[in-house]
């Protein structure tokens, strides 16, 4: 017997069946009950014609423009309106406050072909998620009605403020205060590396109410661009990604009021790792794109480019690395997915997030230098954009935690499992 499950209700729950009876689920996603494993994924009508829509927008808009946004320097203003226009910034959202109510594997297909045809539009869309998500789940329905809703129909761009000068990989270790005053709370501190910063209009930022407790004084808020005492810092120069922004949150006397806690007071850390938890899924996928923009940038190339006489994709050697590729991509996309999948199911994720993020970090850090070998001199100039993707798969390995971070946290949640 067959049960179908309705993943646009993200509450839903598989339900009962006996040991070893086969599921389906709406995006037609097959799965033994044992393991909740994905074995195939099929598009259901709705997903299909959002990915073909997103694929069409891709090709036709941002991939013949992609080398000219990253050397601008500039937000892709354009780029980021139309994903608005394309409903996409509100996939996971309910309909009722504007989103199209789908699943995050929905999501995370969608963010692989923008962050495929365009790194920075990819990225940009991939940060804003980390603001849709906690309010998503943590918000009142007054907070959801106010800022959730113009998220999700793209009229503005969310942000996700966590990091600080002494608070990267050790999330817990949040300097920014809190401190109450009456009907508001007071906020002052610096964030830094905050994808999105200055363009976006609203964030969710993490700040410690009571320092001494470290994590357990950690309260989130939702602060909008504009507030006084709330300025903006210096943004990176980074190494790829030159028209994302990466600046500094400066809070200074910056006043927010009680209403705009973000689920309870004391319950920021909770927010923090819920909301990283899907930032680690979206920085998989994302490498998943820079990836497979690589490799299909090196694929046709071995065809055409001739040497000894012969199409050097003869050679063994170079098709060895590109059935390496190949297979790396695909595993690493199907790791992504399966994190996805259980977020959807409402299953614990946080182990296979992990997994995705630091697998595909690394497969994109191995593709794109693959391609550029690939290529030989050509993969080392501008004239070819591997060398962008090779630059840009590094931040991968570092952002949302750093590989080392993550193999931290799969041991330590493969130690629990075993207890």
Same mark, same amino acid.
């Given at each position: 017997?067959?049960?179908?499950?309705?993943?646009?209700?993200?509450?839903?729950?598989?339900?009962?069946?006996?040991?070893?009876?086969?599921?389906?689920?709406?995006?037609?996603?097959?799965?033994?009950?044992?393991?909740?494993?994905?074995?195939?994924?099929?598009?259901?009508?709705?997903?299909?014609?959002?990915?073909?829509?997103?694929?069409?927008?891709?090709?036709?808009?941002?991939?013949?423009?992609?080398?000219?946004?990253?050397?601008?320097?500039?937000?892709?203003?354009?780029?980021?309106?139309?994903?608005?226009?394309?409903?996409?910034?509100?996939?996971?959202?309910?309909?009722?406050?504007?989103?199209?109510?789908?699943?995050?594997?929905?999501? /995370?297909?969608?963010?692989?072909?923008?962050?495929?045809?365009?790194?920075?539009?990819?990225?940009?869309?991939?940060?804003?998620?980390?603001?849709?998500?906690?309010?998503?789940?943590?918000?009142?329905?007054?907070?959801?009605?106010?800022?959730?809703?113009?998220?999700?129909?793209?009229?503005?761009?969310?942000?996700?403020?966590?990091?600080?000068?002494?608070?990267?990989?050790?999330?817990?270790?949040?300097?920014? *205060?809190?401190?109450?005053?009456?009907?508001?709370?007071?906020?002052?501190?610096?964030?830094?590396?905050?994808?999105?910063?200055?363009?976006?209009?609203?964030?969710?930022?993490?700040?410690? @109410?009571? &320092?001494?407790?470290?994590?357990?004084?950690? /309260?989130?808020? @939702?602060?909008?661009?504009?507030?006084?005492?709330?300025?903006?810092?210096?943004?990176?120069?980074?190494?790829?990604?030159?028209?994302?922004?990466?600046?500094?949150?400066?809070?200074?006397?910056?006043?927010?009021?009680?209403?705009?806690?973000?689920? *309870?007071?004391?319950?920021?850390?909770?927010?923090?790792?819920? /909301?990283?938890?899907?930032?680690?899924?979206?920085?998989?996928?994302?490498?998943?794109?820079?990836?497979?923009?690589?490799?299909?940038?090196?694929?046709?190339?071995?065809?055409?480019?001739?040497?000894?006489?012969?199409?050097?994709?003869?050679?063994?050697?170079?098709?060895?690395?590109?059935?390496?590729?190949?297979?790396?991509?695909?595993?690493?996309?199907?790791?992504?997915?399966?994190?996805?999948?259980?977020?959807?199911?409402? *299953?614990?994720?946080?182990?296979?997030?992990?997994?995705?993020?630091?697998?595909?970090?690394?497969?994109?850090?191995?593709?794109?230098?693959?391609?550029?070998?690939?290529?030989?001199?050509?993969?080392?100039?501008?004239?070819?954009?591997?060398?962008?993707?090779?630059?840009?798969?590094?931040?991968?390995? &570092?952002?949302?935690?750093?590989?080392?971070?993550?193999?931290?946290?799969?041991?330590?949640?493969?130690?629990?499992?075993?207890?």
């Amino acid at each position: 017997m067959t049960r179908i499950l309705n993943l646009d209700n993200h509450d839903a729950r598989p339900p009962d069946a006996p040991p070893g009876e086969e599921v389906c689920l709406s995006g037609g996603c097959w799965a033994d009950r044992r393991g909740l494993s994905p074995i195939v994924f099929d598009l259901n009508e709705d997903q299909q014609a959002i990915l073909d829509a997103v694929r069409e927008f891709c090709d036709d808009e941002l991939v013949p423009k992609a080398e000219a946004t990253d050397a601008a320097g500039v937000w892709p203003a354009e780029n980021v309106a139309k994903l608005g226009e394309l409903d996409l910034m509100g996939i996971t959202v309910p309909e009722e406050y504007g989103g199209l109510g789908m699943d995050h594997i929905t999501w /995370t297909l969608v963010a692989e072909e923008l962050s495929r045809a365009c790194t920075t539009t990819g990225a940009a869309f991939g940060a804003h998620i980390l603001c849709v998500e906690p309010i998503r789940l943590f918000g009142t329905d007054e907070q959801k009605k106010k800022y959730l809703t113009r998220l999700a129909k793209g009229e503005c761009v969310g942000a996700f403020g966590l990091t600080e000068p002494g608070a990267g990989s050790d999330a817990g270790a949040v300097q920014t *205060r809190a401190e109450p005053d009456g009907d508001d709370y007071v906020l002052n501190g610096t964030k830094i590396f905050i994808t999105n910063a200055g363009e976006a209009e609203i964030y969710v930022i993490i700040a410690n @109410i009571d &320092i001494e407790r470290g994590p357990r004084g950690m /309260t989130a808020f @939702i602060v909008e661009k504009g507030t006084p005492g709330f300025e903006f810092g210096k943004n990176e120069k980074k190494m790829g990604f030159g028209s994302l922004p990466n600046r500094e949150l400066i809070f200074t006397d910056c006043r927010v009021p009680k209403e705009n806690i973000l689920g *309870r007071e004391r319950r920021g850390f909770r927010v923090a790792l819920e /909301t990283l938890g899907m930032g680690r899924i979206g920085m998989g996928i994302g490498a998943v794109g820079v990836a497979r923009a690589a490799f299909e940038a090196a694929l046709p190339y071995t065809k055409q480019r001739h040497q000894f006489g012969k199409p050097i994709s003869s050679f063994q050697l170079v098709q060895a690395m590109l059935a390496d590729m190949a297979t790396q991509i695909e595993a690493a996309r199907l790791l992504c997915l399966k994190a996805a999948y259980l977020k959807d199911m409402g *299953r614990p994720f946080e182990k296979e997030a992990a997994m995705a993020k630091v697998y595909a970090s690394e497969v994109a850090a191995f593709v794109t230098s693959k391609a550029v070998q690939c290529l030989g001199g050509y993969g080392y100039t501008k004239d070819f954009p591997v060398e962008r993707y090779m630059r840009e798969a590094k931040l991968f390995e &570092i952002v949302e935690g750093t590989s080392e971070i993550q193999r931290l946290v799969i041991a330590n949640l493969l130690l629990k499992e075993g207890s």
